[in-house]
């Protein structure tokens, strides 16, 4: 069996970050997971269908829509991979934090300054 074939989070590792067209969960392998998949509590599922949610409004058409606050994404984004670290404390829970990217044109930064593991003292409940 290759790591292409393995079946998503059989190594208890998992990237909470948004992308269009996807549910805010990738495996190690850098595939697209439904939310649904990690075993995670139901409240923590709908909070990252919300999120993503959220993400893809802000490429929306709709004059109607309200500007997309990307510091308070990432902020909700970094609580939820808090809690999904809560919930799954003996994995390797990481997040791609986009407040913390570049702007465009800007010279690139090491990744570790924008996607980062989340640790348990770093989650105590209900920190947002």
Known sequence: MTDDDAPPF???WVRIMCDYSAEGVWDKQG???SAEDLPVPSD???MLLGWQEWYEAAD??????????GAAHAAFGLYIAR????ALPDWTVIYFDES???PRGAPDLPRHVFE?????????????
């Open 10 to 12: 059989a190594d208890r």
């Open 31 to 33: 595939r697209s997971v």
């Open 44 to 46: 923590i599922h709908r």
């Open 60 to 69: 929306s058409t709709d004059a109607d829509r309200l500007p997309f606050d």
């Open 83 to 86: 809690r999904v670290k809560r």
């Open 100 to 102: 913390k990217l570049p």
């Open 116 to 128: 980062y593991e989340i640790h348990l003292p770093d989650c105590p409940p209900g920190k947002f």
